[in-house]
Protein backbone atom coordinates (compact mmCIF):
# COMPACT_ATOMS: atom_id res chain seq x y z
CA UNK A 1 0.00 0.00 0.00
CA UNK A 2 1.54 3.53 -0.75
CA UNK A 3 1.31 6.12 2.14
CA UNK A 4 0.68 9.21 0.65
CA UNK A 5 2.65 12.15 3.16
CA UNK A 6 1.20 15.38 2.65
CA UNK A 7 3.22 18.55 4.35
CA UNK A 8 1.54 20.92 6.97
CA UNK A 9 2.90 23.89 8.21
CA UNK A 10 5.84 24.36 10.89
CA UNK A 11 5.23 23.43 14.13
CA UNK A 12 7.25 25.79 16.94
CA UNK A 13 8.75 24.97 20.53
CA UNK A 14 11.48 25.77 22.63
CA UNK A 15 12.40 22.93 22.79
CA UNK A 16 11.62 19.47 20.13
CA UNK A 17 11.95 16.13 22.86
CA UNK A 18 12.33 13.14 20.04
CA UNK A 19 11.13 9.86 22.40
CA UNK A 20 8.30 9.80 25.27
CA UNK A 21 10.34 6.86 26.93
CA UNK A 22 11.37 7.14 30.60
CA UNK A 23 14.06 9.77 29.58
CA UNK A 24 12.19 11.94 26.99
CA UNK A 25 9.09 11.90 29.50
CA UNK A 26 11.57 13.45 32.59
CA UNK A 27 13.16 15.67 30.15
CA UNK A 28 10.07 17.46 29.03
CA UNK A 29 8.57 17.70 32.75
CA UNK A 30 12.20 18.85 34.34
CA UNK A 31 11.39 21.43 31.50
CA UNK A 32 8.26 22.24 32.53
CA UNK A 33 9.27 22.21 35.89
CA UNK A 34 11.61 25.63 35.09
CA UNK A 35 8.31 26.91 33.44
CA UNK A 36 9.82 25.97 29.84
CA UNK A 37 6.82 24.42 27.20
CA UNK A 38 8.18 21.63 24.75
CA UNK A 39 6.37 19.57 22.16
CA UNK A 40 7.15 15.76 22.64
CA UNK A 41 6.71 13.29 19.65
CA UNK A 42 7.04 9.66 20.37
CA UNK A 43 6.61 6.47 17.66
CA UNK A 44 4.35 4.08 19.37
CA UNK A 45 0.76 5.17 20.20
CA UNK A 46 1.44 3.25 24.50
CA UNK A 47 3.94 1.70 26.69
CA UNK A 48 5.65 -1.38 25.53
CA UNK A 49 3.11 -3.99 26.44
CA UNK A 50 6.51 -6.11 27.49
CA UNK A 51 6.35 -6.67 31.37
CA UNK A 52 9.99 -5.79 31.90
CA UNK A 53 10.86 -4.91 35.64
CA UNK A 54 12.28 -1.59 36.35
CA UNK A 55 14.59 -1.27 39.29
CA UNK A 56 14.73 2.93 40.33
CA UNK A 57 17.26 3.76 43.01
CA UNK A 58 16.73 5.98 45.91
CA UNK A 59 19.01 8.80 44.47
CA UNK A 60 16.98 8.97 40.96
CA UNK A 61 13.45 8.78 42.97
CA UNK A 62 14.82 12.05 45.16
CA UNK A 63 15.00 13.47 41.40
CA UNK A 64 11.05 12.21 40.80
CA UNK A 65 10.10 13.31 43.98
CA UNK A 66 11.35 17.16 43.07
CA UNK A 67 8.73 16.20 40.11
CA UNK A 68 5.90 14.86 42.24
CA UNK A 69 5.94 11.80 40.73
CA UNK A 70 7.82 9.18 43.50
CA UNK A 71 4.33 9.05 45.27
CA UNK A 72 2.46 8.75 42.29
CA UNK A 73 4.73 6.23 40.70
CA UNK A 74 4.58 4.11 43.99
CA UNK A 75 0.77 3.58 43.93
CA UNK A 76 2.00 1.21 41.22
CA UNK A 77 5.30 -0.35 42.77
CA UNK A 78 5.58 -4.19 43.22
CA UNK A 79 4.91 -4.94 46.38
CA UNK A 80 7.31 -2.85 49.14
CA UNK A 81 7.03 -5.14 51.51
CA UNK A 82 9.06 -7.78 50.03
CA UNK A 83 12.24 -8.10 49.43
CA UNK A 84 14.19 -8.68 46.15
CA UNK A 85 16.38 -11.68 45.95
CA UNK A 86 19.04 -13.45 43.85
CA UNK A 87 19.49 -16.85 43.36
CA UNK A 88 22.71 -17.99 42.03
CA UNK A 89 24.32 -20.69 39.83
CA UNK A 90 22.66 -24.43 39.54
CA UNK A 91 23.64 -24.59 43.57
CA UNK A 92 20.88 -21.91 43.95
CA UNK A 93 21.94 -20.49 46.19
CA UNK A 94 19.77 -17.16 47.40
CA UNK A 95 21.19 -14.16 48.43
CA UNK A 96 19.40 -10.67 49.58
CA UNK A 97 19.79 -8.11 46.99
CA UNK A 98 17.44 -5.45 48.41
CA UNK A 99 15.50 -5.38 51.90
CA UNK A 100 11.85 -4.23 51.18
CA UNK A 101 11.28 -0.99 50.17
CA UNK A 102 9.13 -0.49 53.05
CA UNK A 103 12.21 -1.16 55.40
CA UNK A 104 14.10 1.01 53.92
CA UNK A 105 12.34 3.51 54.16
CA UNK A 106 11.49 3.28 57.81
CA UNK A 107 15.56 2.76 58.51
CA UNK A 108 16.01 6.28 56.43
CA UNK A 109 13.63 8.21 57.98
CA UNK A 110 16.06 7.87 61.19
CA UNK A 111 19.11 8.47 59.71
CA UNK A 112 20.07 12.15 60.46
CA UNK A 113 23.69 12.30 59.19
CA UNK A 114 22.78 12.63 55.70
CA UNK A 115 23.91 9.77 54.36
CA UNK A 116 20.54 7.99 53.20
CA UNK A 117 18.44 8.84 50.31
CA UNK A 118 14.95 10.08 50.85
CA UNK A 119 13.41 7.93 48.71
CA UNK A 120 13.84 3.86 48.72
CA UNK A 121 14.23 2.50 45.82
CA UNK A 122 11.25 1.49 43.66
CA UNK A 123 10.37 -1.65 41.66
CA UNK A 124 8.12 -1.19 38.82
CA UNK A 125 7.10 -2.63 35.79
CA UNK A 126 8.14 -1.20 32.84
CA UNK A 127 4.47 -0.17 31.18
CA UNK A 128 3.09 1.01 34.48
CA UNK A 129 5.94 3.40 34.60
CA UNK A 130 5.79 4.54 30.96
CA UNK A 131 1.63 4.88 31.53
CA UNK A 132 2.56 7.36 34.44
CA UNK A 133 4.90 9.41 32.86
CA UNK A 134 2.60 9.73 29.95
CA UNK A 135 0.03 10.31 32.01
CA UNK A 136 1.83 13.22 33.61
CA UNK A 137 3.27 14.34 30.28
CA UNK A 138 -0.51 15.00 28.94
CA UNK A 139 -1.87 16.80 32.15
CA UNK A 140 0.99 19.55 32.26
CA UNK A 141 -0.11 22.47 30.27
CA UNK A 142 3.14 23.24 29.01
CA UNK A 143 3.48 20.02 27.30
CA UNK A 144 2.30 19.01 24.26
CA UNK A 145 2.54 15.28 23.77
CA UNK A 146 1.75 13.72 20.13
CA UNK A 147 1.68 10.46 20.23
CA UNK A 148 2.31 7.96 16.71
CA UNK A 149 4.26 10.85 15.25
CA UNK A 150 7.66 9.78 13.95
CA UNK A 151 11.01 12.01 13.48
CA UNK A 152 12.91 11.03 10.82
CA UNK A 153 15.23 13.64 9.88
CA UNK A 154 16.92 16.95 11.31
CA UNK A 155 18.97 19.50 10.48
CA UNK A 156 21.13 22.08 12.45
CA UNK A 157 20.80 25.83 11.75
CA UNK A 158 22.16 29.33 12.95
CA UNK A 159 19.50 29.63 15.67
CA UNK A 160 17.86 26.21 16.22
CA UNK A 161 16.48 23.10 14.52
CA UNK A 162 14.58 22.28 12.05
CA UNK A 163 12.92 18.33 12.34
CA UNK A 164 10.77 16.59 9.99
CA UNK A 165 7.85 14.55 11.50
CA UNK A 166 5.43 11.83 10.32
CA UNK A 167 2.32 11.89 11.74
CA UNK A 168 1.44 7.69 11.46
CA UNK A 169 -2.71 8.79 12.27
CA UNK A 170 -2.89 11.23 9.15
CA UNK A 171 0.19 10.25 6.95
CA UNK A 172 1.30 13.96 7.46
CA UNK A 173 4.67 15.33 7.61
CA UNK A 174 5.35 18.29 9.45
CA UNK A 175 8.29 20.45 9.98
CA UNK A 176 9.08 21.27 13.69
CA UNK A 177 11.03 24.09 14.38
CA UNK A 178 12.48 24.10 17.89
CA UNK A 179 15.12 26.14 19.43
CA UNK A 180 16.97 23.08 20.87
CA UNK A 181 16.10 19.39 20.03
CA UNK A 182 16.45 16.54 23.06
CA UNK A 183 17.36 12.94 21.57
CA UNK A 184 15.51 10.61 23.63
CA UNK A 185 14.79 8.35 21.39
CA UNK A 186 16.33 5.03 22.32
CA UNK A 187 19.12 2.76 21.33
CA UNK A 188 18.39 3.11 17.34
CA UNK A 189 18.21 6.93 17.44
CA UNK A 190 17.41 8.38 14.75
CA UNK A 191 18.45 12.04 16.32
CA UNK A 192 22.21 10.57 17.23
CA UNK A 193 22.18 9.34 13.37
CA UNK A 194 21.09 12.38 11.62
CA UNK A 195 23.50 14.38 13.88
CA UNK A 196 26.13 12.37 13.10
CA UNK A 197 27.21 11.26 16.58
CA UNK A 198 29.01 8.00 16.69
CA UNK A 199 29.05 5.59 19.22
CA UNK A 200 32.40 4.21 21.35
CA UNK A 201 31.91 0.88 21.95
CA UNK A 202 33.23 -0.53 25.40
CA UNK A 203 33.99 -4.42 24.73
CA UNK A 204 33.11 -6.92 22.13
CA UNK A 205 29.76 -6.90 20.35
CA UNK A 206 27.53 -9.74 21.39
CA UNK A 207 24.38 -11.08 20.77
CA UNK A 208 21.24 -11.45 22.87
CA UNK A 209 18.13 -12.51 23.00
CA UNK A 210 15.49 -11.22 25.56
CA UNK A 211 12.08 -13.66 26.22
CA UNK A 212 9.44 -12.87 28.15
CA UNK A 213 7.76 -16.65 28.74
CA UNK A 214 5.10 -18.04 31.12
CA UNK A 215 6.63 -20.35 33.50
CA UNK A 216 4.65 -21.62 36.78
CA UNK A 217 7.57 -23.64 37.42
CA UNK A 218 9.84 -21.35 37.51
CA UNK A 219 8.06 -17.93 38.90
CA UNK A 220 5.64 -20.42 41.36
CA UNK A 221 7.94 -21.39 44.10
CA UNK A 222 8.91 -17.35 44.30
CA UNK A 223 7.55 -15.29 47.00
CA UNK A 224 10.00 -11.91 46.12
CA UNK A 225 10.70 -11.11 42.96
CA UNK A 226 14.03 -12.91 42.19
CA UNK A 227 16.25 -12.30 39.84
CA UNK A 228 18.08 -16.36 38.74
CA UNK A 229 21.65 -15.91 37.18
CA UNK A 230 23.08 -18.85 35.37
CA UNK A 231 25.92 -19.27 32.98
CA UNK A 232 24.07 -18.65 30.46
CA UNK A 233 20.62 -17.09 31.39
CA UNK A 234 20.14 -14.22 33.97
CA UNK A 235 15.81 -14.76 34.41
CA UNK A 236 13.78 -12.14 36.31
CA UNK A 237 10.56 -13.61 38.09
CA UNK A 238 8.05 -12.98 40.74
CA UNK A 239 7.13 -9.82 39.62
CA UNK A 240 4.11 -10.49 37.68
CA UNK A 241 2.31 -13.82 38.28
CA UNK A 242 3.93 -16.71 36.35
CA UNK A 243 5.57 -14.28 33.97
CA UNK A 244 9.23 -14.48 33.31
CA UNK A 245 12.31 -12.41 32.00
CA UNK A 246 14.92 -14.24 30.62
CA UNK A 247 17.67 -12.46 28.94
CA UNK A 248 20.44 -15.15 26.99
CA UNK A 249 23.60 -14.26 25.30
CA UNK A 250 23.97 -16.30 22.30
CA UNK A 251 26.94 -17.62 21.01
CA UNK A 252 27.23 -18.36 17.24
CA UNK A 253 26.16 -22.03 18.21
CA UNK A 254 22.99 -20.84 19.05
CA UNK A 255 22.09 -19.35 16.00
CA UNK A 256 19.72 -22.70 15.29
CA UNK A 257 18.24 -21.93 18.70
CA UNK A 258 16.74 -18.62 17.72
CA UNK A 259 14.36 -20.35 15.97
CA UNK A 260 13.06 -22.31 18.81
CA UNK A 261 12.99 -19.90 21.61
CA UNK A 262 11.10 -22.41 23.73
CA UNK A 263 13.60 -24.84 23.12
CA UNK A 264 16.37 -22.89 24.17
CA UNK A 265 14.78 -21.57 27.38
CA UNK A 266 13.95 -25.32 28.55
CA UNK A 267 17.86 -26.53 27.64
CA UNK A 268 19.15 -23.50 29.38
CA UNK A 269 16.92 -23.40 32.79
CA UNK A 270 15.83 -27.05 32.62
CA UNK A 271 12.13 -26.35 31.84
CA UNK A 272 11.25 -29.69 29.70
CA UNK A 273 9.08 -31.03 31.91
CA UNK A 274 7.24 -28.06 31.63
CA UNK A 275 7.49 -26.05 28.80
CA UNK A 276 7.44 -22.23 28.77
CA UNK A 277 4.90 -20.60 27.27
CA UNK A 278 6.53 -17.72 24.87
CA UNK A 279 4.81 -13.97 24.92
CA UNK A 280 7.39 -12.71 22.98
CA UNK A 281 10.98 -12.23 21.85
CA UNK A 282 13.55 -9.53 21.19
CA UNK A 283 16.81 -10.15 19.79
CA UNK A 284 19.66 -7.56 20.24
CA UNK A 285 22.75 -7.54 19.06
CA UNK A 286 25.79 -4.79 18.73
CA UNK A 287 28.29 -3.61 21.71
CA UNK A 288 27.85 -1.92 24.76
CA UNK A 289 28.69 1.73 23.79
CA UNK A 290 28.31 5.14 24.97
CA UNK A 291 28.22 8.11 21.99
CA UNK A 292 31.51 9.87 22.07
CA UNK A 293 29.57 13.50 22.55
CA UNK A 294 26.34 14.21 23.88
CA UNK A 295 26.04 17.49 21.97
CA UNK A 296 26.16 18.89 18.56
CA UNK A 297 25.55 22.25 18.04
CA UNK A 298 21.62 22.65 19.71
CA UNK A 299 20.87 18.71 19.66
CA UNK A 300 21.47 16.86 22.47
CA UNK A 301 21.41 13.15 23.73
CA UNK A 302 20.29 11.75 26.48
CA UNK A 303 19.58 7.97 27.75
CA UNK A 304 19.79 4.71 25.75
CA UNK A 305 20.40 7.54 22.73
CA UNK A 306 23.49 8.37 24.66
CA UNK A 307 24.68 5.17 25.96
CA UNK A 308 23.53 1.24 26.15
CA UNK A 309 25.22 -1.18 28.16
CA UNK A 310 25.67 -4.60 28.08
CA UNK A 311 22.53 -6.79 28.81
CA UNK A 312 21.16 -7.60 30.85
CA UNK A 313 22.15 -4.22 32.72
CA UNK A 314 20.27 -1.80 32.85
CA UNK A 315 20.64 2.25 32.54
CA UNK A 316 17.14 3.98 34.34
CA UNK A 317 19.08 5.50 36.98
CA UNK A 318 21.78 7.06 34.48
CA UNK A 319 19.02 7.98 32.47
CA UNK A 320 16.72 9.56 34.79
CA UNK A 321 20.11 11.85 35.79
CA UNK A 322 20.46 12.86 32.18
CA UNK A 323 17.08 14.18 31.76
CA UNK A 324 17.28 16.16 34.58
CA UNK A 325 20.54 17.61 33.99
CA UNK A 326 19.71 18.35 30.28
CA UNK A 327 16.20 19.92 31.22
CA UNK A 328 17.92 22.62 33.63
CA UNK A 329 20.11 23.54 31.82
CA UNK A 330 17.88 24.14 28.50
CA UNK A 331 15.64 26.13 30.56
CA UNK A 332 18.58 27.65 31.86
CA UNK A 333 19.71 28.84 28.37
CA UNK A 334 16.09 29.18 27.20
CA UNK A 335 15.54 31.73 30.24
CA UNK A 336 18.66 33.49 29.21
CA UNK A 337 20.90 33.20 31.95
CA UNK A 338 22.67 30.18 31.16
CA UNK A 339 25.22 30.04 28.58
CA UNK A 340 26.88 27.55 25.64
CA UNK A 341 29.36 26.34 28.68
CA UNK A 342 26.51 25.19 30.99
CA UNK A 343 25.20 23.37 27.75
CA UNK A 344 28.86 21.98 27.52
CA UNK A 345 28.81 21.06 30.92
CA UNK A 346 26.14 18.58 30.09
CA UNK A 347 27.54 16.55 27.85
CA UNK A 348 30.81 16.19 29.61
CA UNK A 349 29.14 15.64 33.09
CA UNK A 350 26.91 13.10 31.45
CA UNK A 351 28.92 11.47 29.47
CA UNK A 352 31.41 10.93 32.18
CA UNK A 353 28.85 9.49 34.31
CA UNK A 354 28.03 7.08 32.01
CA UNK A 355 31.24 5.54 31.58
CA UNK A 356 31.67 5.54 35.52
CA UNK A 357 28.07 4.10 35.95
CA UNK A 358 29.49 1.55 33.18
CA UNK A 359 32.70 -0.06 35.01
CA UNK A 360 31.61 0.01 37.95
CA UNK A 361 30.42 -3.74 38.68
CA UNK A 362 27.61 -2.87 40.78
CA UNK A 363 24.76 -0.83 40.32
CA UNK A 364 24.18 2.48 41.68
CA UNK A 365 21.80 1.51 43.71
CA UNK A 366 23.17 1.56 47.01
CA UNK A 367 21.74 2.94 49.60
CA UNK A 368 24.11 5.13 51.22
CA UNK A 369 25.73 7.86 50.07
CA UNK A 370 29.13 8.83 51.13
CA UNK A 371 28.17 11.87 52.73
CA UNK A 372 30.93 13.95 51.31
CA UNK A 373 28.55 16.75 50.09
CA UNK A 374 31.42 18.24 48.25
CA UNK A 375 31.07 20.28 44.48
CA UNK A 376 29.44 18.03 41.87
CA UNK A 377 27.95 15.54 44.46
CA UNK A 378 24.50 15.45 46.08
CA UNK A 379 23.75 17.68 48.52
CA UNK A 380 23.82 15.82 52.17
CA UNK A 381 20.03 15.74 52.91
CA UNK A 382 18.93 16.88 56.84
CA UNK A 383 15.54 17.49 58.47
CA UNK A 384 15.42 21.45 59.07
CA UNK A 385 14.21 23.12 62.42
CA UNK A 386 10.62 22.68 61.91
CA UNK A 387 10.90 19.16 60.41
CA UNK A 388 10.99 19.85 56.91
CA UNK A 389 13.33 17.81 55.26
CA UNK A 390 15.98 20.18 53.21
CA UNK A 391 15.84 18.31 49.41
CA UNK A 392 11.79 18.99 49.76
CA UNK A 393 12.64 23.51 50.09
CA UNK A 394 14.69 23.37 47.35
CA UNK A 395 12.80 24.43 44.46
CA UNK A 396 13.46 24.71 40.48
CA UNK A 397 16.18 27.27 41.12
CA UNK A 398 19.60 27.46 42.50
CA UNK A 399 19.17 27.76 46.55
CA UNK A 400 22.20 29.40 48.47
CA UNK A 401 21.82 27.16 51.73
CA UNK A 402 23.26 29.73 54.67
CA UNK A 403 24.48 28.98 58.08
CA UNK A 404 26.40 31.85 58.99
CA UNK A 405 25.23 33.96 61.87
CA UNK A 406 24.76 37.29 59.96
CA UNK A 407 23.24 35.72 56.51
CA UNK A 408 26.14 36.64 54.83
CA UNK A 409 25.72 34.82 51.86
CA UNK A 410 23.53 37.75 50.20
CA UNK A 411 26.12 39.12 48.22
CA UNK A 412 26.23 35.72 46.30
CA UNK A 413 22.69 36.15 45.81
CA UNK A 414 22.35 39.64 45.04
CA UNK A 415 24.95 38.88 41.91
CA UNK A 416 23.24 35.75 40.76
CA UNK A 417 20.05 37.83 40.93
CA UNK A 418 21.79 40.44 38.65
CA UNK A 419 22.48 38.17 36.25
CA UNK A 420 18.73 36.72 35.97
CA UNK A 421 20.09 33.81 37.86
CA UNK A 422 16.73 32.10 40.02
CA UNK A 423 17.88 31.55 43.23
CA UNK A 424 16.76 31.08 47.03
CA UNK A 425 18.44 32.51 49.92
CA UNK A 426 17.31 29.49 52.69
CA UNK A 427 18.54 30.44 56.41
CA UNK A 428 19.55 26.63 58.03
CA UNK A 429 21.11 28.61 60.87
CA UNK A 430 20.04 26.59 64.20
CA UNK A 431 18.84 23.64 62.12
CA UNK A 432 20.55 20.15 63.15
CA UNK A 433 23.20 20.56 59.50
CA UNK A 434 24.72 16.75 59.43
CA UNK A 435 28.90 16.79 60.26
CA UNK A 436 29.50 16.06 57.02
CA UNK A 437 27.41 19.34 55.66
CA UNK A 438 30.23 21.21 53.62
CA UNK A 439 30.21 24.70 54.27
CA UNK A 440 28.52 27.27 56.32
CA UNK A 441 27.63 28.57 52.90
CA UNK A 442 26.38 25.85 50.41
CA UNK A 443 25.43 26.86 46.46
CA UNK A 444 23.40 24.20 45.21
CA UNK A 445 22.36 23.31 41.80
CA UNK A 446 18.41 22.60 40.31
CA UNK A 447 19.54 19.27 40.60
CA UNK A 448 20.50 19.15 44.38
CA UNK A 449 23.94 18.94 43.37
CA UNK A 450 26.85 20.98 45.49
CA UNK A 451 28.15 23.61 42.99
CA UNK A 452 30.39 25.52 45.29
CA UNK A 453 30.48 25.80 49.43
CA UNK A 454 32.76 27.86 52.27
CA UNK A 455 32.68 29.33 55.58
CA UNK A 456 32.87 32.37 54.56
CA UNK A 457 31.28 34.54 51.71
CA UNK A 458 33.70 34.67 48.44
CA UNK A 459 35.77 37.54 47.84
CA UNK A 460 34.56 37.68 43.98
CA UNK A 461 31.17 36.63 43.55
CA UNK A 462 31.22 37.05 40.11
CA UNK A 463 34.26 34.33 39.96
CA UNK A 464 32.21 31.61 41.79
CA UNK A 465 29.42 32.18 39.27
CA UNK A 466 31.52 32.18 36.44
CA UNK A 467 32.90 28.91 37.32
CA UNK A 468 29.34 27.46 38.68
CA UNK A 469 26.88 28.89 35.99
CA UNK A 470 29.37 29.53 32.80
CA UNK A 471 30.92 33.40 31.46
CA UNK A 472 29.61 36.71 32.54
CA UNK A 473 26.02 37.02 30.67
CA UNK A 474 24.81 39.83 28.76
CA UNK A 475 22.07 40.95 30.97
CA UNK A 476 24.89 41.54 33.61
CA UNK A 477 26.66 43.57 31.42
CA UNK A 478 24.26 45.41 30.35
CA UNK A 479 23.12 46.42 34.05
C1 LIG B 1 14.54 -3.58 24.30
C2 LIG B 1 14.80 -2.93 25.63
C3 LIG B 1 14.67 -3.68 26.79
C4 LIG B 1 14.91 -3.10 28.02
N1 LIG B 1 14.78 -3.87 29.13
C5 LIG B 1 14.97 -3.32 30.33
C6 LIG B 1 14.80 -4.10 31.52
O1 LIG B 1 14.52 -5.28 31.47
N2 LIG B 1 14.98 -3.49 32.71
C7 LIG B 1 15.31 -2.18 32.79
O2 LIG B 1 15.43 -1.67 33.89
N3 LIG B 1 15.50 -1.43 31.70
C8 LIG B 1 15.32 -1.96 30.47
N4 LIG B 1 15.50 -1.22 29.37
C9 LIG B 1 15.96 0.17 29.52
C10 LIG B 1 14.87 1.06 29.92
O3 LIG B 1 13.92 1.18 28.93
C11 LIG B 1 15.34 2.33 30.50
O4 LIG B 1 14.29 3.03 30.93
C12 LIG B 1 16.25 3.24 29.71
O5 LIG B 1 17.35 3.52 30.53
C13 LIG B 1 15.71 4.62 29.33
O6 LIG B 1 15.19 4.52 28.15
P1 LIG B 1 15.07 5.74 27.13
O7 LIG B 1 13.86 6.53 27.44
O8 LIG B 1 16.35 6.47 26.99
O9 LIG B 1 14.91 4.90 25.80
P2 LIG B 1 13.72 3.97 25.40
O10 LIG B 1 13.08 3.33 26.56
O11 LIG B 1 14.22 3.10 24.31
O12 LIG B 1 12.66 5.01 24.82
C14 LIG B 1 12.85 5.66 23.58
C15 LIG B 1 11.49 6.11 23.07
O13 LIG B 1 11.69 6.81 21.86
C16 LIG B 1 10.71 6.40 20.92
N5 LIG B 1 11.30 6.63 19.60
C17 LIG B 1 12.30 5.94 19.00
N6 LIG B 1 12.60 6.49 17.81
C18 LIG B 1 11.76 7.54 17.64
C19 LIG B 1 11.61 8.50 16.61
N7 LIG B 1 12.36 8.47 15.51
N8 LIG B 1 10.66 9.45 16.76
C20 LIG B 1 9.87 9.49 17.88
N9 LIG B 1 9.99 8.58 18.89
C21 LIG B 1 10.93 7.64 18.78
C22 LIG B 1 10.47 4.94 21.25
O14 LIG B 1 9.21 4.51 20.79
C23 LIG B 1 10.57 4.95 22.76
O15 LIG B 1 9.33 5.18 23.38
C24 LIG B 1 15.28 -1.74 28.11
C25 LIG B 1 15.40 -0.99 26.94
C26 LIG B 1 15.18 -1.56 25.72
C27 LIG B 1 15.34 -0.73 24.48
Known amino acids: MTTHIRSTAAVRTPV ?8 GALTALELAHHGVPSTVVERSGGPSRFPDLQLVNGRSME ?3 RLNLARRLRSDEVDPHRPVDVVLGREKTTVRLLPPATELEMSYAQSADGTAPLEPYLLIKGPDLIARLRQALHAHPLIDLRLRWTLTDMRSEPDGVAA ?3 DADTGRRHLVESAYLAGCDGTDSTVRRCAGLGLEPFGPPEAHFTVYFRSAALAGGRANPTV ?11 HDTDMCVAHLPLSADDQAGIGDPAGLLSSRLGLSADPPQIV ?8 PSIARSYRRDRVFLAGRAAHQPEA ?3 DVD ?3 GDAIALGWRLAAAIHGWGDDRLLDGYA ?3 RRQAVLDHESDTRTDADRYDPAGTAGHRVPSFRLTGGEELLDRLGPQFTLADDTPGQYGWQLVTAARARGVPIRHLSVAGSPVPAAWPGRLVLIRPDQQVAWSADEPPADCDEVLDKVIGVRHRLYENT
Open 348 to 350: TER
Open 228 to 238: LITEDATVITG
Open 312 to 314: PRD
Open 164 to 166: TVI
Open 318 to 320: TSV
Open 280 to 287: AVVQRAGA
Open 16 to 23: LVAGAGVT
Open 63 to 65: LLR
